[in-house]
């Protein structure tokens, strides 16, 4: 049973534009939602959260959209870069419940020249 | 601040081998991680401490056992490793304080079962 789900497992976007990158969830619970960038060979590295008491969260050209009634979020990035290119995950957690943190399986963004 | 530091980076077994890695943190964060990544499967959670002396099982924990040695330090153990158990191995840290980027990973350990 997948908690966090990534639907579209590879973006092609070009440069310039914007990239929007989707993430549904299952368990209510959750009330802390979480993108992270993943390069080759490297680990996770945080990129933006969200709280469940908010339905929007911008840091500079990355914004996290959380619609809690349809068990949605998305990251949006305006302008798409080349260095965008990587894997995102989407993560959740609660912090009320216990410490566990669910990632989905990860969209691979392309940044096309 | 070198963060979450793992070892080792490369490791191959021959299947029925034990073998333990590593993690360390160095930020006092109370909880710990380890996930597998493998293709097409993106990251699950393994086991999990959320603080020193606990751990719990994650989303797949068979053949896998964990030891939270003190806060800093969280070891993931195979007893008897299985070509299934190839994959990369991340180990992660992190504190529930509002605002600040809950989970820090290390760069990964590289484990081929053969």
């Known amino acids: 049973d997948q908690q966090v789900k990534q639907n579209s497992p590879s973006l092609s976007v070009q440069e310039g534009r914007i990239s929007i990158l989707n993430c549904d969830y299952t368990?209510?619970?959750?009330?802390?939602f979480l993108w992270y960038k993943k390069y080759p060979a490297e680990g996770p590295t945080f990129l933006i959260s969200?709280?469940?008491?908010?339905d929007k969260n911008e840091d500079g050209r990355f914004t996290v959209f959380l619609n809690k009634s349809a068990k949605h979020l998305s990251l949006h990035i305006v302008p798409s870069q080349p260095g965008d290119s990587a894997v995102y995950f989407c993560?959740?957690?609660?912090?009320?419940?216990?410490?566990?943190?669910?990632f989905g399986k990860g969209t691979r963004l392309h940044i096309l020249p | 601040n070198a963060g979450v530091t793992q070892t080792p980076k490369f490791q191959v077994l021959k299947t029925g081998q034990s073998m333990t890695l590593q993690c360390a943190q160095d930020?006092?964060?109370?909880?710990m991680y380890w996930y597998r990544q493998d293709p097409g499967m993106g990251l699950r959670l393994i086991y999990y401490?959320?603080?020193?002396?606990?751990?719990d099982k994650g989303e797949v924990p068979n053949g896998y056992n964990v030891s939270r040695l003190n806060k800093r330090e969280f070891s993931l153990r195979l007893e008897s490793a299985a070509p299934s158990q190839t994959s990369v191995y991340f180990c992660?840290?992190?504190?529930?304080?509002?605002?600040?980027?809950?989970?820090?990973f290390g760069d990964g350990t590289r484990l081929s079962i053969l």
């Open positions: 992660a840290s992190s504190e529930k304080i509002q605002g600040a980027p809950p989970t820090h």
């Open positions: 368990n209510s619970m959750f009330d802390y």
């Open positions: 969200i709280s469940s008491i908010k």
């Open positions: 993560a959740a957690t609660s912090y009320r419940g216990d410490d566990k943190i669910i």
């Open positions: 930020m006092n964060h109370n909880s």
């Open positions: 401490s959320a603080s020193e002396g606990t751990t």
